[in-house]
Each structure stands twice: as structure tokens, then as C-alpha cells.
């Protein structure tokens, strides 16, 4: 029986973060894994179900280091969690699993993983000791993550996409309408921002993608008299344009052709200017003229998505081969 233990920033309800899951488990079961133990947030633990996959508390240690002794591979699954923007103990709590897995001589795969920001000289020291270790190795999500790896020494790095991409397949069809969805997690001053989408023909839409951006989303809806949606996955595919504070937001935009406007996201822009160099729909700030700007130049844009979706289908075979090769050498 082939076993994995998957972890990242799992039961939180954010949107980009449970679609990473959903394509992480798909992946490996793609790649003949009978077991897979999910580190979730605690109070997921108990409802969820799923065949083959055995939920963990992930703030429960003896439980996790029961797992990492059973599974022949870990397995980091998307997203942006060596970073410590959002805090060092965040960085520390997941360069702990990896350890621990180090420790208990087991492969290390960070899926589609970015780097960064890493502002504190520990965090950086952490990150290049897990880079350099043999048994560790690291998929890029970005070219900027990628370049990063190679230079701290890291012994097995490689360049693919986001793991989200994947959801390209089960994405479901949804009729485009005139709507900006506003995907936004902290208050903007939106008054040019919607009257530049009246002016363009477009209604707008305040969308949540973590249960974090509500508040925000509530005391924008009453100032503006907006509506908030409650589904946010089919909000984005019908929307003509996307405005988002959130890499996710933008990249399900981009999977159905509809252009975006990112706001101050270096995640974003280091992910997107590999496939739209040129892309005028970056704001390095959260400024609403540059917003209503952004909207008025992209307001009749298309975007093409074949690229990164080939990228992600050579990723998701790479990654198949690579986990087939950790087991059989874990068993041998």
C-alpha cells in the first residue's frame, strides 16, 4: 500500500487554497496512492469524508509524526507557505514538518510552491538549510521562486506552474455577463472604480474568497450600496473582469479568458508576467484611479490561458514519474 501524508494551508475556507488541495489529491491518486493523510484545521477534521484520505488535526503532533512514520512520501501541495510575510511562526511551523519527515528519512516534495517574501534573516537561513537537503525537492510555481532556489543551493529544483491550473477540467460552464467581480480582502475607496464600470456597461460585484475578506467585503457593501456574492468560484467564471487582491482570483479570471486587474500582488505579477509580459493589468498600488484605468484598457481584453494549462499538464506527468521514482526507491 502506497501511503503519502499531504499538508499546506488546508480548512480554512479560503478558496485558492482548497482548490490546491482538491488538485493535490487528485494528483496523487493519479500516481496510485491508496492512503493519504490530510492535515486540515481541527474542526474540519471530524466531518470531512472522503475515500482514501484519513484527516488530521494539523496542530496535533503525535498524530502528524504517526503519519510521517506511515506515508512514503510528504507532500506540501501549492501555494505560498515558505514565506514570512504572514509570520515567521507561520514559516516555522511548516519547515518543522519538513524536518520532522527529514528526520524520519522521508522524501520531501514542495508542490508548485513560491518563495517568498523573506524578510527575516532566520527565515532565509531556514529556507536554504531545506532547499539544500537531498530528499527535499522543490517544484517551482514561479520563475522568480525558481531562480531563488537555484541560488540558495538548492539540490533539486524545477520550474512548473500552479496547481490550480488543474481545475481547468472541472471548472463549470457559466454564461459570461456584464459584471466586475471585486475580489477584495481590505476596504478601497470604490467610488471611480464603479463609476468607471457604469461607464463601461458593467455591474459590480463584491466576492470573498477566504471567510477573512467578509468583514471587509460587509462594510464596503453597505458604503456603496453593492451586493456580496455567495458563490464566489461561479461569480468569477461569469464575470467579463476580475478585480483582485487575491493571486487565485486572478488566475481563475485568466483560465476562462477574462481579463484582471491585480492589485499590489508581487505573487501575481511574478506568476503572470511568464505567460502576459506585457500585461497592463498589474497595480503596484491599491490606488482606485489606477484601478478605474486598468478597467477602461482591459475592458474589451481577452486572455488566452493554452500556455500555462500545457505547463501544467507536463508538471502534473513529471510530478507522476517523480513520486513513482520516491517510492519504489523509499521501498527498495
Known sequence: MKRAMLFGYYGYDNLGDELLCEESIRLLKEARFDRIYLLLKRDKVKDFSQPQIVPIDRFNPFKILMAIAKSDVIVCGGGGILQDQTSVKSLLYYASIVLTSLMFRKPVLLLANSLGPLKHKLSKCVVRFLLSKKNVFFIARDEVSYRYARIVGAKNASLGTD???????????????????????????????????????FETILVPLSPQDRPACEKMARKYGLSISNESMKEILRSSLVVSQRFHGCLLACLVGSPFVSLNSSKSRRFFERYFPKYEGFCAKED?????????????????????????????????????????????
Not at 457559466?174 to 457604469?198: G, H, M, N, Y
Open 163 to 201: 496547481l490550480a491550473i488543474g481545475a481547468i477540467e472541472r471548472l463549470p460552464n457559466c454564461e459570461k455577463q456584464k459584471k466586475i467581480s471585486l475580489c477584495l480582502k481590505s476596504e478601497l475607496k470604490l467610488d471611480i472604480v464603479i463609476e468607471t464600470a457604469k461607464l463601461y456597461g
Open 288 to 332: 482606485p484611479t489606477q484601478i478605474a484605468l486598468a478597467i477602461a484598457k482591459l475592458s474589451n481584453s481577452r486572455l488566452e490561458s493554452s500556455r500555462m494549462i500545457e505547463d501544467f499538464k507536463k508538471m502534473r506527468d513529471d510530478v507522476i514519474a517523480l513520486l513513482k521514482t520516491l517510492t519504489k526507491r523509499k521501498r527498495g
